[in-house]
């Protein structure tokens, strides 16, 4: 179907509403990290009720997260944080417990997320030089995949000695 001119004058001065991609880290290391993407301002969004602030930082987050759900994992880059990135990681003793990364797309004066996806930081999923910090997100927690069945006689009655 063709677009009228009418249609086309509606579109062009119809107002866009300010959109804040959101990412945020959490480990009981080092707390929470909230960043919002590609915003020159410290921006505060109702989260869970709570209003939180969210630093500015520039990174390229997929955009299209449907498309990442089905491949079951995500790389977010990140620019110029490499330093404050790595004050945060060196903060983890724990050696047990996944990085949390949580995805929100928020629109101005919607206190509810858009779109919400929970991922995990993956193994060895953190790579950094001096400028940039490459981070790899995955559906799966990490620190279960590992965790395997004990051996059980009672259970696995054909591995036990006679």
Not at 73 to 89: Q, V, W
Not at 108 to 135: A, H, L, R, W
Request: net charge positive; glycine share 6%.
């Amino acid at each position: 179907m063709a677009t009228t001119n009418d249609q086309r004058k509606f579109w062009a001065t119809l107002e866009k509403v300010e959109e804040y991609q959101t990412i945020e880290f959490y480990h009981p290391d080092f707390g929470h990290i909230y960043l919002v993407v590609d915003k020159f301002f410290d921006v505060t969004l109702n989260l869970n009720g709570v209003p939180t602030v969210f630093k500015p930082v520039h990174a390229e987050v997929p955009k299209n997260m449907s498309q990442t759900k089905s491949q079951s994992f995500a790389k977010i880059k990140f620019g110029r944080i490499g330093i404050e990135f790595r004050k945060a990681l060196r903060q983890i003793t724990q050696k047990f417990g996944a990085i949390q990364c949580n995805l929100r797309l928020f629109k101005k004066g919607v206190d509810t997320p858009i779109s919400e996806y929970f991922m995990y930081v993956q193994p060895n999923g953190i790579q950094m030089d001096e400028f940039n910090v490459t981070v790899s997100l995955g559906y799966d927690n990490p620190a279960k995949l590992s965790v395997q069945a004990f051996y059980d006689p009672a259970i696995f009655t054909g591995l036990k000695n006679s």
